[in-house]
């Protein structure tokens, strides 16, 4: 049965599938992986949904299915079938990083735990189990703005931006779960949009520069 | 009898797509050579209905499509006519140009096509953004705009550009999420006082009155930070140079005439109208403007390349807007729109220019290969350097008025320091654009006269008469500056009247 608890555990889930998905060095697992955290965000919007017999979230969940779970992932996968399966050796190595994550992501959970009354004082977001959601929310935000900063892979910038915006769009389930249906899907559509433009720059960055490092993108910098 | 207006800001939004979906149809039934009439003539319409709408709001009541939650306001009505006037020019300009680009194999036949789609997709974006009532609607419509451009600027594929369309891309997508972060902070807040209200744009008066102040500050920084990433300011600023300088010349006075001032449009909608309560933010929001305004010119003045420099002169001069609006009182907010309209009419002729000159010498657009040029283009001469002199702000062209509105603003909210980096960043600004002009038309070339010189000549008419209609403005709004205060004042108060609803 679908309880509170349930509800904290996918979170947790979710954050290990994001950390997976910014570690594995594998462009194709991290995907997966960035999939599978995916399929655990819907599984948090069905089961709010229910909790909360709000019934237009589940016409968002099936939204984030089909963008978030298949266009996405595809879309990346499809890209991914052109370019070296490895990304580009990230800056710091794998040991560190993680061990930085760990200790980053568990500071940040529990400073957003504490003072969730700062930047969202209404009385549901004080209370379980939405202000765990939220402090959970804010964590995989922060993880993607991590992996934007520390990434120099393309495809790993992409994955960071939509790790970002899974953030966001947990924040405003845990916020405003009020919003019209259709203002959500606005919201989603965007992404696929973003991830869809990227891409395609992309596939030509790759032929016409040989590389996936955004790094050694430095024509301009003069 | 009142004429009924509320179909027309629906139909700004679908018009443009539609013109669009011909352009592909066109391409499809292979009559490749009515391309540029169909988007001309759907631009055409376009700024006719939007002046029409217009005329029906200036001075009256606003239209609402509450279906949709559309709102056209002085404010809306002013972006809208200005965005779509505006494509109409750029078009026109880009007519001969990308035939050029063509022809010298820069751009193929499919992408000739796409630039002119595109184009077209980004006025409807733009006119929803301006139109709409609806915080989260805003947000979307924003990052539409931003899609469809990010091809435009990539549009040669060369390394240089699609490296400009990435980093456009990122850091926008990036600043435009954290703007969503503060929208919903403020919604999450509100909503239990006043419910799906608080997601208007015309309730924010309300909404300010009602939440915690520390939320109030929260959500207006990662707003006022994503917006700023959209107009670029120091230090967002890392995409403008090179998506300004990367594009083709009529897109970029399109990016920095209007997508730059799209994010001082959402900013006068939303932070604005917190700023009266809070001192905090107007002070925030100065300082911003200043360091962006002083680093901005100092870059533009050790630039060769002209469009970059240009580029910079815009993270500039877009600096001016925000500290007027940040100010939140009616002079701060009349003279920031003043000069909106202003640096669109000015920066976009400069662009154009700068594309004169790129069309005339072979894509030639360093200053220092360039030189002597006044007499084979005197037309174009005379178009930049009304530019530059109208930027840099000295009478009797536009930028002197609105320029001078905003120190008065500024002074009369006693921030006096943000004055004088204005006046100081305004006289470097003449001294970079105006160095730069005698140079590439008066000064001596680097290049061997025979070899790039001898062939020079001015650029077709269809062209250059867009740069005497701008240049034509800038002089005319500069000399009657009384000719738009009806308009202007409209839109300022549109905002005023947001920030005192529901007290």
Known sequence: MITEQSLITLMLAIIIASVAALEIRNLKYATYAYLISSIFLCGIIVSYAFLSRNESLYLWAITCVLIKVIIVPRLLIRYIRMIPQMEHQPVIGLVLSVAVLVLMLTAFYRVFHTYIAFFAPTDAALRAPVRDLLAGACTVFMLGIWTLLSRRDVIKTVIGLVLMENGVHLILLALAPQLKETTMIGILTNVVAVVFILLYLSADIYRIFGTTDSARLSELKR | ?503
């Open chain 2, 1 to 503: 009898m009142t004429t009924d207006y509320s179909w027309i800001p629906l139909l700004l939004i679908i018009w443009p797509v539609l013109g669009a979906i011909v352009i592909e149809i066109c391409a499809a039934v292979k009559k490749t050579v009515w391309i540029e009439r169909v988007a001309i003539v759907f631009a055409l319409a376009q700024s006719g209905l939007s002046l029409f709408l217009g005329l029906g709001v200036w001075g009256r009541v606003p239209v609402r499509v509450d279906d949709f939650s559309l709102l056209v306001d002085g404010l809306s009505a002013l972006m809208g006519f200005l965005i779509n006037a505006m494509i109409l020019l750029i078009l026109l300009f880009s007519v001969r140009y990308m035939k050029h680009e063509q022809e010298q194999g820069l751009v193929s036949t499919r992408r000739h096509r796409l630039y002119y789609t595109l184009i077209l997709i980004f006025a409807g974006s733009m006119n929803w953004t301006v139109t709409t009532n609806h915080l989260i609607q805003l947000y979307v419509a924003m990052e539409a705009s931003t899609l469809a451009t990010a091809l435009l600027v990539a549009l040669y594929r060369k390394k240089a550009s699609l490296e400009a369309g990435y980093k456009y891309i990122i850091l926008t997508v990036v600043g435009m999420t954290f703007s969503l972060l503060g929208m919903v902070l403020i919604f999450a807040a509100a909503y239990p006082h006043i419910g799906a209200e608080a997601l208007l744009l015309s309730k924010i008066g309300h909404v300010v009155r009602i939440i915690p102040r520390n939320v109030a500050l929260l959500g207006v920084a990662c707003m006022t930070c994503g917006f700023a990433c959209k107009a670029g300011l120091v230090p967002f600023h890392a995409w403008l140079p090179d998506a300004h300088s990367e594009a083709p010349s009529p897109v970029s006075a399109m990016l920095s005439g209007l997508i730059i001032k799209i994010g001082a449009y959402a900013l006068a909608r939303t932070v604005t109208i917190f700023a009266p309560a809070n001192h905090g933010i107007v002070l925030f929001i100065a300082l911003l403007a200043c360091i962006s305004m002083l680093i901005g010119i100092m870059m533009a003045l050790v630039q060769d390349d002209l469009k970059r420099m240009l580029a910079y002169s815009s993270v500039s001069q877009i600096s001016y807007i925000f500290l007027g609006l940040g100010l939140g009182s009616y002079l701060g907010i009349y003279g920031a729109l003043f000069h909106l309209v202003n640096h669109t009419l000015i920066k976009a002729l400069l662009f154009m220019s700068v594309g004169a000159i790129m069309y005339a010498t072979g894509g030639v657009r360093r200053i220092s290969q360039l030189g002597g040029l006044a007499k084979k283009m005197p037309v174009t001469a005379f178009c930049f350097i009304a530019g530059a002199v109208a930027l840099g702000g000295l009478p009797p062209f536009n930028g002197f008025v609105s320029k001078f509105s905003l120190f008065l603003a500024a002074g009369e909210k006693h921030l006096y320091w943000a004055v004088a980096v204005s006046i100081f960043t305004g006289l470097l600004t003449l001294a970079c654009l105006v160095r730069a002009g005698y140079l590439v038309f008066w000064g001596k070339p680097a290049l061997a006269e025979s070899q790039t010189n001898a062939d020079i000549r001015e650029v077709p008419r269809s062209m250059y008469m867009v740069l005497l209609i701008l240049a034509a403005l800038c002089l005319v709004i500069g000399l009657f500056p009384n000719l738009l205060y009806p308009i202007l004042d409209g839109a300022a108060r549109s905002i005023l009247a947001v920030c005192s609803a529901g007290s």
